[in-house]
């Protein structure tokens, strides 16, 4: 299979930041829209990816990882092989977060923010506070209804994503944004993680304090 490529910055950017259309559930498409997604996800280190991301302009996202115990697993090269069939296969689409609580921060980092120097990855890094608990409501792949909480890393990761659908990138709303190697934002990992500063609490008076 040939290995899929994501749209970055580097190649357009303009593309990343439209608004993504609302999904007609009985739109042909979207099945393979979703295979798409999955098969990138199973191809990458990544969390999980919006539909724009990919070139489907449609407000999708596909989840893959949102347990930092895998996540830190895959560190290592015994951790990778372990878990490089892991996958939470959720779908989520037209997400809209309802409510937001609590605060958290996290180094994010994003496949569609990296470029090449000097035939090295680069990646923007930021800082990005995000609610410790969203309320979500969204559709299934079978068009079902669904309201549910998200919380601790999960409730990031879906920010991070919802957040393409609307055309923004981790690097817009960062507090401090680095450019660095994924070797140097493992190590910054590492030595500040995800990190539960309140969870409970108006999210976006919180935010500001």
């Not at 920010?159 to 450019?179: F, M, N, Q, S």
């Amino acid at each position: 299979m040939e290995k899929l490529k994501s749209i970055t910055i580097e190649n357009n950017e303009k593309y990343l930041r439209q608004i993504s259309k609302t999904v007609d559930i009985n739109d042909p498409e979207i099945h393979n829209n979703i295979v798409v997604l999955q098969d990138y996800c199973m191809q990458n280190d990544v969390m999980a990816m919006a539909g724009v991301q990919l070139g489907i302009p449609k407000r999708i996202v596909y989840v893959k990882n949102t347990n930092l115990e895998i996540l830190n697993k895959r560190l290592t090269d015994e951790g990778k092989e372990e878990t490089k069939d892991y996958n939470e296969a959720k779908v989520l689409i037209n997400p809209e977060i309802i409510s937001k609580d609590g605060l958290t921060t996290f180094w994010e980092a994003c496949a569609s923010c990296s470029w090449y120097e000097n035939g090295i990855e680069m990646w923007y890094t930021g800082k990005v506070k995000r609610p410790f608990k969203i309320r979500l409501k969204y559709l299934d792949l079978e068009g079902n209804y669904h309201e549910n909480e998200f919380e601790g890393f999960e409730a990031t990761v879906l920010c991070h994503e919802i957040d393409h659908l609307d055309g923004v990138l981790h690097k817009d709303i960062a507090d401090e944004v680095l450019v660095l190697t994924k070797e140097e934002r493992i190590e910054l990992r590492k030595k500040e993680g995800y990190t539960v500063i309140k969870k409970t609490g108006d999210y976006e008076q919180l935010k500001n304090a």
